[in-house]
């Protein structure tokens, strides 16, 4: 046999295969602990997060923090009404003309394409109108649908304040006149109002 080696007298277990034998080097006892611990850890989290139980699942929590971020957000101008003087106001803030982008993307693009330019539903950058005659109109008809449903209702799944907002950002869209294969429908309308110089009183609650 060949020379003494540092690991000849190292501890063996007592089995050998073929003259092959095993060091015996055991995990160490925090590694093992560590492994049983999560396997005894999962069943609760499994049940905790999984089990069905009300606003715990991920899904839930981002719902949650959702929602709380809106209300934050909106505790700046309260409660908006869709009436003329507040739509054609927050039609010129950029900002929250912004969050009534995001609004516009996340429910409404199916159906009006990406820039608003039309696909199910009507083009809504041309000067042509089926259900809008003045600007609160545009609100009227996120909330109560249109077209005997073609149009859903908006009313309990948006906000009032995202009614609002996602209206300011529709009136905006007026006139950018975006290549679309839907030609006009409807009449063309009036423009919108000047914005009021003052900020509209925000309402009781
Ligand atoms: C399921 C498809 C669909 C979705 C989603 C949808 N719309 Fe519509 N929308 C329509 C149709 C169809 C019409 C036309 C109704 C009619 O014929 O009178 C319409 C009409 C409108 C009008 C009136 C246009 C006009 O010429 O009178 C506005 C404003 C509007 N939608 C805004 C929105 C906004 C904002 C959203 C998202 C919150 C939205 N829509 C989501 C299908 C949709």
New binding site residues.
């Given amino acids: 046999m060949s020379q003494v080696t540092e690991y000849d007298n190292a501890p063996k277990t007592d089995h050998a295969y073929d003259g092959i034998e095993e060091f015996d080097n055991p995990l160490p006892g925090w590694w093992k602990w560590l492994f049983v611990a999560s396997i005894v850890f999962s069943p609760f989290y499994f049940l905790f997060y999984h089990g069905g139980a009300a606003g715990r699942s991920v899904e839930d929590q981002y719902g949650i923090a959702l929602a709380e971020n809106t209300r934050l957000q909106f505790a700046e101008i309260g409660d908006l009404n869709p009436d003329e003087a507040t739509l054609a106001s927050y039609m010129n803030k950029p900002n929250w003309v912004r969050v009534g982008q995001s609004?516009?993307k996340a429910?409404?693009i199916?159906?009006?394409g990406r820039e608003g330019e039309g696909q199910?539903?009507?083009n809504?950058t041309d000067e042509?109108?089926?259900?809008?005659k003045n600007i609160e109109?545009?609100a009227k008809?996120?909330i109560n649908g249109?077209?005997g449903g073609?149009?859903?209702k908006?009313s309990d799944r948006?906000h009032p304040n995202e009614i609002v907002l996602?209206?300011a950002y529709?009136a905006t869209l007026r006139g950018q006149n975006i290549e679309s294969n839907r030609g006009p429908?409807?009449k063309n309308i009036p423009p919108w109002p000047e914005p009021v110089e003052d900020e509209p009183e925000t309402p009781e609650e």
């Fill in positions: 609004v516009f429910n409404c199916s159906c009006h199910v539903g009507p809504l042509y109108y089926k259900n809008v109109d545009i008809v996120i249109a077209g073609a149009m859903p908006w948006l996602v209206s529709v429908e409807g």
